[in-house]
Nanobody
Framework: QVQLVESGGGSVQAGGSLRLSCTAA??????????MGWFRQAPGKEREGVAM????????YYKDIVKGRFTISQDNAKSTLYLEMNSLKPEDSAMYYC????????????????????WGKGTLVTISS
């Protein structure tokens, strides 16, 4: 079975930084050949996209809400996806999930992560003001 496991969440003060990691392993899944993305969901709200990157070395993509503050990166050899979060704001507080979507990244997928088979269980990020 394919598994995605996130780590690195925590509670920090506004303006601080966190680095999230997502490790992919299991089944017939191969890191290369997928669009890897980060999504987040706050309590009572819909899931929203944060950033994504083509795991085979393509350019990263960011939602405007995090552009300039977050950086998505990858290590294919380690099957690991990263999200460096800087200048964190209280509105960034959410459960952060990593996901894998077959093929190239699309803006449609980044909106909500619809029809995605491979999801992690999430890592909680809490930003206090």
């Amino acid at each position: 079975q394919v598994q995605l496991v996130e780590s690195g969440g925590g509670s920090v003060q506004a303006g601080g930084s966190l680095r999230l990691s997502c490790t992919a392993a299991g089944g017939s899944f191969t890191f290369t050949g997928y669009c890897m993305g980060w999504f987040r969901q706050a309590p009572g709200k819909e899931r929203e996209g944060v950033a994504m990157i083509n795991a085979n070395g393509g350019a990263p993509y960011y939602k405007d809400i995090v552009k300039g503050r977050f950086t998505i990166s990858q290590d294919n050899a380690k099957s690991t996806l990263y999200l460096e979060m800087n200048s964190l704001k209280p509105e960034d507080s959410a459960m952060y999930y990593c996901a894998a979507d077959a093929g190239r990244c699309t803006w449609w997928w980044l909106q909500r992560g619809a029809n995605t088979e491979y999801w992690g269980k999430g890592t909680l990020v809490t930003i206090s003001s």
